[in-house]
T-cell receptor
Framework: DTAVSQTPKYLVTQMGNDKSIKCEQNLGHDTMYWYKQDSKKFLKIMFSYNNKELIINETVPNRFSPKSPDKAHLNLHINSLELGDSAVYFC???????????FGQGTRLTVV | QKEVEQDPGPLSVPEGAIVSLNCTYSNSAFQYFMWYRQYSRKGPELLMYTYSSGNKEDGRFTAQVDKSSKYISLFIRDSQPSDSATYLCASRAGGYQKVTFGIGTKLQVIP
């Protein structure tokens, strides 16, 4: 039974399109995150939610908008996709301590 | 200068060797220190976390933090081929501060 699951696993899309990535955790954790891992494998925080409240909003373009309908779900919507958005996006959750403890398998986004 | 510096490697060791993975950090406010393991094309897994200076042991893994020199280490004893992965160190300050990751060190354990 997957703890943190993301869909889709792969996403290939054209520049200018709008796409969403969904994340769900069944661990009962209060805190969820979105991370971006670029081609150099550098992992950077994008957003963090604690009990549906936005806690961290890093310097990302406002084309990226997170939404947390409940504390088990954190979705990421991206408008007007650009080539530079190509990366692996990871969702994660944590029970306490405010560091990511469980990661999803990642969504590999390729913008062409 | 990155807040958390880590040599990307790769680091190749024979099976059974003791592996030493290291990071340095520049932010004196960092209080919490984590190590993650990431297999190819998978999400990172949290291996260990420590608060402030000192050692923490979990099976074959030992995490060490020296705040005076801003140095973070992970030791793996009796390394196995299944330990072959990228190891990321990470740190954060107190409160709801973001976690900053190192670039990761790629480790290969040769049978």
């Amino acid at each position: 039974d997957t703890a943190v699951s993301q869909t889709p696993k792969y996403l290939v899309t054209q520049m200018g399109n709008d796409k969403s990535i969904k994340c769900e955790q069944n661990l009962g954790h209060d805190t969820m995150y979105w991370y971006k891992q670029d081609s150099k494998k550098f992992l950077k925080i994008m957003f963090s939610y604690n009990n549906k409240e936005l806690i961290i909003n890093e310097t990302v373009p406002n084309r990226f908008s997170p939404k947390s309908p409940d504390k088990a779900h954190l979705n990421l919507h991206i408008n007007s996709l650009e080539l530079g958005d190509s990366a692996v996006y990871f969702c994660a959750s944590s029970p306490l301590g405010f560091w990511p403890a469980f990661f999803g398998q990642g969504t590999r986004l390729t913008v062409v | 200068q990155k807040e958390v510096e880590q040599d990307p490697g790769p680091l190749s060791v024979p099976e059974g060797a003791i592996v030493s993975l290291n990071c340095t950090y520049s932010n004196s406010a960092f209080q919490y220190f984590m190590w993650y393991r990431q297999y190819s094309r998978k999400g990172p897994e949290l291996l260990m976390y420590t608060y402030s200076s000192g050692n923490k042991e979990d099976g074959r893994f030992t995490a060490q933090v020296d705040k005076s020199s801003k140095y973070i280490s992970l030791f793996i004893r009796d390394s196995q081929p299944s330990d072959s992965a990228t190891y990321l160190c990470a740190s954060r300050a107190g409160g709801y501060q973001k976690v900053t990751f190192g670039i990761g060190t790629k480790l290969q354990v040769i049978p």
